[in-house]
């Protein structure tokens, strides 16, 4: 079954131009120019994913984001014009789960589509599906299940905050650059790195006692982070 992507974007040549390259690579397509008829499509149509312009003219971008997300809604990739490091940032808190910068390449933006899919349908990155869960510190999570918990309450993480924290804790002391991690938990090997450290930021909020001084995912100063929750003991049962 083909997935089906929700394109909201107002510039109608853009996003016929989506739209068209999108049927071709295989999905069914679902498109819109308002925030508002967005929001009612994902809540009817249930898309697998949301491509989301940032600048529309009835209701922000952002603000989609936001209640998409609220609602427990798909994965979502935005489309920017905004270039800073800091409005990336600012669009990733949002809620999205990846960005492309305008302009793109029809080819780049696929390629975006397929692996945020790929990676809501598969189990974490670099991890076994099969492998007992793992506990690190107060952290446990089962991979399998796709669960986590803190102190045994269980954390409500994205897609790729989970993927990243189960490949972190398969890999405890080990010291990742933004780059390593964006090829081994994204299945990337080009974009902006600031999409780790927006992760990083997202995972420290939910995981750590005090998240400006980490002490699970810790910053490895000029390299990038490493998991110091001590090591993984596999676990027989859940709290
Ligand atoms: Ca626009």
Redesign the pocket.
């Given at each position: 079954v083909a997935a089906t992507v929700l394109v909201v974007?107002?510039?109608r040549k853009l996003r016929e131009l989506v739209r068209s390259y999108l049927e071709r690579a295989g999905f069914t397509v679902l498109s819109t120019g308002s925030g508002a008829e967005a929001l009612t499509l994902a809540g009817s149509a249930a898309p697998d994913l949301v491509i989301l312009?940032?600048?529309?003219?009835d209701v922000a971008g952002e603000t989609v984001a936001r209640e998409l997300r609220a609602a427990g809604g798909p994965p979502i990739l935005m489309l920017t014009a905004k270039v800073t490091e800091e409005d990336r940032i600012a669009g990733l808190q949002l809620g999205a789960d990846d960005y492309v910068t305008k302009p793109f390449s029809p080819r780049e933006l696929a390629l975006r589509v397929q692996a945020v899919l790929r990676r809501g349908a598969a189990p974490g990155a670099g991890t076994a599906a099969t492998s007992p869960p793992l506990r690190s510190g107060c952290i446990e999570v089962d991979v399998a299940a796709r669960l986590a918990w803190r102190a045994g309450r269980e954390l409500t993480l994205t897609v790729r905050e989970f993927d990243l924290l189960a490949f972190f804790m398969s890999h405890p002391g080990q010291a990742f650059t933004r780059a390593e991690l964006m090829k081994r938990v994204w299945g990337w090997s080009f974009g902006d790195q600031s999409t780790v450290t927006v992760h990083v930021r997202r995972l420290r909020d939910k995981l750590e006692e005090d998240p400006a001084s980490p002490l699970l995912l810790r910053t490895v100063r000029g390299i990038g982070y490493c998991w110091d929750g001590g090591p993984p003991t596999a676990v027989i049962s859940n709290p």
């Open positions: 974007e107002d510039e312009d940032l600048g529309l003219p």
